[in-house]
Structure formats: structure tokens, C-alpha cells
């Protein structure tokens, strides 16, 4: 069998290939000389616009095609609007801030702008650069305008403008000014978040326009700790307490307590955040109280003795009454408590106890037959300006005499004698005022005459002996250590007084004399005894009596004589007593000293022609001295 092959009519079978590949291979070549061509036109198109912006170019519609740098940034200077003439305002709630843009350096990115001018149909591959070449030739090209600023000089001015627009909130306090609490009330703050103001800021300045800018921006609140009404809670209930008086009966009479006073017994005492605890004070409460006490409170009367002739006979006794202390005292707080819990009270109805008298009329009655003297001392005196001519020694002794002082009672001389006052009949005197000599002038003047005397007669009866000072100087009427002086001057006070030490009240008389006074003190004997030693004197000191010239012709005269102290020799004085009881028992041991202080005497002279000169000094029987 034989095989052919054979050809399609029309169609040889190698010259269809050929044909292809040569219509390829002159694409190709033709494509080269295009992309070759287009390359060398690009360079040659770029070389001959070396150094300036291609034509077509323009930035925000100011032509620079054609331009070197310098040239094209002074023609946009003159052609783009001045970006940093204007200001950015910023509001943060009620304050308002300007920042001018010059402050933070607005302007346009000028090197950036230009860059991206000349960046224009030089970048990317030769057909790149060429097509752009041709667009730019075509249709131009705008480049994007950009700004910049000083971003770290907004960040402080915002940061700064931030931290003046917010408020720190302040809690409610409570104060008392005038003694009534009030509120200060509690301000909401303000927080400003400064991150958030700076990104609307950067946001305003991150455009074109010239023109000026703002933005605005609302705080956020910030609630106190401790709210106004929190802090009214509690001042409303401590003035509730003292809103209205509280009357107080007892005894048939009425006490009020006003508002202020009430007022000054509470306080607000801080109790944790937002809380206060309301006080009520005891203490004044207890104060207040026990003078309401010593007004109300009756002492009850004991039995004593007083004499009919030279016949002791007995006094009746009476029932008092008193106020529980302790009682009214925690009536009233709890009633001003209860105020503070919303009850009202306006009154309260404090209760009196009966007293009954310790020594009764039947108890005296059994003794009063064995009443006798126990002790007497008399103290005789000059009646002259220096005691009131008697009235300051004769007045305290009416005062003190039929005085009972019951078995332990204290006697005090200035609590039975005073007040010492022209109304409860003392008149002027003299007196020791810092170790000299006030001959005028002394309220109650020469009442240690009264003093002295009565001092005595307790020592001697051998009661417990409390207080007791010496004069500054020895006064030579009365026993050397055992005088007694009374002072008052404003709140100090120096007093006698003695204790009832025996198991019966005894009996003071006083009994003025022209020119003595005398005290007896009466009752039971228990058997006691009392041994005085002699006085002991050391440290003696001699005074005399000094002469001064004086040209004072208001103290004295030319050539008369005035006498303004008297010499007064100083010495330590010290006496012991010793009291005994019946079985021979030492009851009281004691010493009392005193200290008696040198006073030199002074005599003024007036001074006249011919004397020694004035303020000079002599003493008789030594040389005259300045």
C-alpha cells in the first residue's frame, strides 16, 4: 500500500509562518524606536528646562511654569493669600483665648510645595516623565497648596489655655461664724481634656485660608465629694437644737436657757465624707446646772446655840431642800437630743429633794447645858483714819458674830465678812501694798485687827487651822507670828479660815469695845488641849527712820515736816502648836512661820533756803548723803 501527502490548494505549506514573524519582529523594532525616541525626548525636554518648573505647572492657580526656586517661591508669595495674618480662637467654656497665628509660625510649606512643582514630569520611568510632560503641555497641572505651623508651640498654648479653664471642684464645708453654722456651698468643677482641644485646633490650622479660625469646646462637669445639701443636712440639725429657748422650772421660779447659750453646747464633728455627728456637750450642761443650784438650793438649817444674857439657849432648826444635780443635768441633755431627732421641747420641770438638818434641836438640846467658852483672844487698837476710825475692825465682827460653824464645816472670814464694799458698810483705810505703808485710801483698811483676832481665838481652841499669812512688816499689837492678814485685789484673795474639827458646832461671838475687839468662840469641850510655844525670832534687822529734803510743796511745806513710813525692824518668827485630845493623843502638830520684812522709816522735810539740796538723805547721828 503507497501513502501521499498532500497539500491544501492555495495554501504552501512554509510561507504563513514567515509572514508572522516578520510583521513581530517589525513591531518590536518599530516599539524600540518609539520608547527610544520618547526617552531621548524627555531627557532632551527635561535638560532644556534644567533647574526651572515645567510649563503647564501651577500651584493653588499661580503659574510658576518656567521658574528657578527662588524666583517661583517669590511669585507664589506674592500670588497665594498671607496664611499667617490671622488667629485661632479657642473658646473653652465661658473663657476664650486667642492664639495669633504668627505665634505658632502658620505659613506654607513652601520647600515642600516646591518640591512637588518640580517633582512634575521628572519622576517615575522615561514613559512616565513623557506622559506627564504631555499632560502638563495638554492640560497643566495644579499642585496641592499645604501649611505648616509650630506644633510643639500650640501644644503648650493649649495645654496652657486648658489647664486655666479648669475649675477644681470644691466641697461644701460648714462653718460658725457668730456662733450659728452656715453652709459654704459646694462649686462643680471643670475638666478640660487637652488632647481632644489640640486635635480641633490642629484641624482648624491644617487648611489654606487665610482667614481666622475657631473652635469651641464644652468642659465636662465635676461633682464635689461633699454636696451643699449634704453639708445643710447637718447644719439644719445642729441649729435645730438651739432654735428656740429652753425654760427650765424648779422651785416655783422659772430659768431660761437662751438660744446662745444652747448654742455654745453643741458642735458638728466631722464623721467621714459628706457626714457629720452632732454634740452635745455635758460639761457646760453640768456648769450651767450647778448655778442654777447654788440659786435654788436651800441649805438646810442646824440646830446651833446663841445666848440669852450669859444663858446659852438652843436654836431652832429647819429643812432645806435641793436641786439632784446629776438629774437636771441629764433632763436637759436628753431634752436637747431629742431636739436634735426632730421633737420639739420648749420646757422642763426639774424636781427639788428635802434636806434634812444634820443637827437637830433634840441633839442640842442634850448638850446645851455643857456648853462653855472654849477659847477668847482680844486685840486692842487706835481708832483712827487708818481703819476707819473703827468701822473697818467693828463691821466684820458684827458680821461674824452668832456664826455657828457645824462639826467638819470650814469657817472662811472672807465668805462671812465680804464682800468688801462700801454698800456692806466698810469705809477707807490703810494698808501694807507691796511691803509699804498706803496710810489713805484702802478700801476695808485695818480689818486685820478683826482678822487677827479672830485667828487666835481658833488657834487656841485648838480647831485644824487652814489659811493663814503674815503681814509683810511686824505690827507690834498683835503676837509676835500669829497675825493674820486679809487682801483682796481683783481675782486674787487672801483669807483666814479654821475647821470645825470636834464632833459639836461651835458658837462664834464678836464683841466690839471702844478700842478692842474680842473674839469667844463656845460650844462642848472634848477634853483637847493646846500648848503654844514662845515665839522664835532669827535674822533680826534694826530699822530707823530717814530724813528727805524735799522741793515737792505738794507733800509737804518749806521747812515742815511730814511722815510717810514708819520704821518696821525685820525678822523670821516660827510658833508651834500642839493639841492633845482627852487621852493625851497628838491631834495637831504644827509650826506657823512668818517672815517679816525691814522697812526703813522716811520723814519728808520740806526743803528751804540754806538746806542740803533736794532728795538728799540723813539719819541721825550718821553724815548727811545724796
Known amino acids: 500500500m503507497t501513502t501521499e501527502t498532500q497539500s491544501v490548494a492555495g495554501v504552501p505549506t512554509t510561507a504563513r509562518p514567515f509572514a508572522w514573524r516578520r510583521a513581530a519582529l517589525g513591531f518590536g523594532i518599530t516599539l524600540i524606536a518609539i520608547l527610544a525616541f520618547a526617552t531621548a525626548f524627555g531627557a532632551a525636554y527635561a535638560a532644556f528646562h534644567d533647574g526651572r518648573v515645567l510649563p503647564g505647572v501651577s500651584v493653588g492657580n499661580v503659574a510658576i511654569a518656567g521658574l528657578d526656586r527662588a524666583t517661583a517661591e517669590a511669585s507664589l508669595r506674592r500670588g497665594l493669600p498671607d496664611v499667617a495674618s490671622g488667629a485661632l480662637t479657642v473658646k473653652v467654656g465661658d473663657q476664650t483665648s486667642v492664639i495669633p497665628y504668627a505665634e505658632i509660625g ?21 514613559t512616565d516623565q513623557v506622559a506627564e510632560q504631555l499632560r502638563t503641555l495638554v492640560s497643566s497641572i ?5 501649611v505648616k505651623f509650630d506644633a510643639n508651640k500650640l501644644a503648650a498654648r493649649i495645654s ?19 456662733g450659728q453654722y452656715v453652709v459654704q456651698p459646694s462649686v462643680t468643677g471643670e475638666q478640660v481634656d487637652a488632647q481632644a482641644v489640640l ?28 454636696t451643699t445639701q449634704q453639708a445643710h443636712v447637718a447644719v439644719d440639725q445642729a441649729n435645730s437644737v438651739a432654735a428656740q429657748p429652753l425654760a427650765a422650772s424648779v422651785a416655783g421660779t422659772t430659768q431660761t436657757i437662751a438660744p446662745e447659750t444652747i448654742n455654745g453646747w453643741t458642735h458638728l464633728d466631722p464623721a467621714g465624707i459628706g457626714h457629720w455627728t452632732l454634740s452635745v456637750e455635758r460639761g457646760p450642761i453640768d456648769q450651767w446646772v450647778s448655778l442654777l443650784k447654788n440659786s435654788v438650793d436651800v ?3 442646824n440646830a446651833g446655840y446663841t445666848f440669852e444674857g450669859t444663858k446659852p439657849v438652843v436654836t431652832p432648826d429647819a429643812p432645806g431642800s435641793s436641786l439632784d444635780a446629776s438629774a437636771a443635768s441629764q433632763q436637759i441633755f436628753d431634752t436637747l437630743n431629742a431636739r436634735a431627732s ?3 421641747a420648749d420646757k422642763v420641770s426639774l424636781q427639788m429633794a428635802a434636806v434634812e438638818p444634820e443637827f437637830t434641836v433634840p441633839q442640842a438640846e442634850a448638850l446645851v447645858g455643857q456648853v462653855k467658852r472654849l477659847s477668847s483672844w482680844t486685840t486692842h487698837y487706835d481708832s483712827s483714819a487708818h481703819n476707819g476710825f473703827g468701822k473697818n475692825i467693828r463691821r466684820p465682827t458684827n458680821l461674824i458674830d452668832g456664826t455657828v460653824v457645824q462639826p467638819g464645816e470650814t469657817f472662811d472670814y472672807l465668805a462671812v465678812a465680804g464682800p468688801i464694799t462700801v454698800q456692806n458698810g466698810y469705809t477707807d483705810g490703810a494698808a501694807i501694798i507691796h511691803g509699804n505703808s498706803v496710810l489713805d485710801g484702802v478700801l476695808g483698811g485695818g480689818l486685820c485687827s478683826s482678822s487677827t483676832t479672830l485667828f487666835n481665838a481658833a488657834l487656841r481652841a485648838g480647831f485644824d487651822i487652814g489659811a493663814r499669812r503674815n503681814h509683810a512688816y511686824y505690827i507690834d499689837r498683835y503676837p509676835v507670828g500669829l497675825d493674820a492678814t486679809i487682801w483682796v485685789n481683783g481675782s486674787y484673795e487672801q483669807t483666814m479660815s479654821f475647821t470645825n474639827d470636834s464632833q459639836y458646832p461651835i458658837l462664834i461671838r464678836g464683841i466690839n469695845r471702844k478700842d478692842a475687839v474680842t473674839f469667844s468662840i463656845y460650844g462642848v469641850p472634848d477634853g483637847r488641849h493646846v500648848h503654844l510655844s514662845h515665839a522664835t525670832v532669827t ?11 524735799t522741793n515737792d510743796t505738794r507733800q509737804v511745806a518749806p521747812g515742815g515736816k511730814k511722815h510717810v513710813e514708819f520704821p518696821f525692824a525685820g525678822f523670821n518668827a516660827s510658833v508651834e502648836r500642839v493639841v492633845t485630845d482627852a487621852t493625851g493623843k497628838v491631834i495637831h502638830d504644827d509650826t506657823f512661820r512668818s517672815s517679816y520684812r525691814r522697812v526703813i522709816g522716811e520723814v519728808l522735810i520740806g526743803w528751804q533756803p540754806g538746806d542740803p539740796p533736794p532728795g538728799t538723805s540723813k539719819q541721825p547721828g550718821k553724815p548727811a548723803d545724796a
Open 142 to 146: 495644579d499642585v496641592p497648596v499645604t
Open 106 to 126: 502658620r505659613d506654607y510649606d513652601m520647600k515642600q510645595i516646591i518640591d512637588d512643582a518640580f517633582s512634575i514630569g521628572r519622576g517615575g520611568t522615561p
Open 199 to 226: 486635635a480641633q485646633a490642629v484641624a482648624a490650622l491644617q487648611n489654606t485660608s487665610s482667614a481666622n479660625a475657631s473652635i469651641s469646646v464644652q468642659p465636662t462637669p465635676v461633682q464635689p465629694t461633699v
Open 160 to 178: 496652657a489655655i486648658a489647664a486655666a479653664a479648669q475649675v477644681a471642684p470644691v466641697d461644701a464645708t460648714i462653718a460658725r461664724p457668730e
Open 342 to 344: 426632730g421633737t420639739a
Open 299 to 301: 441649805r438646810a438649817t
Open 539 to 549: 535674822e533680826k534687822k534694826p530699822a530707823w527712820t530717814k530724813y528727805v529734803y
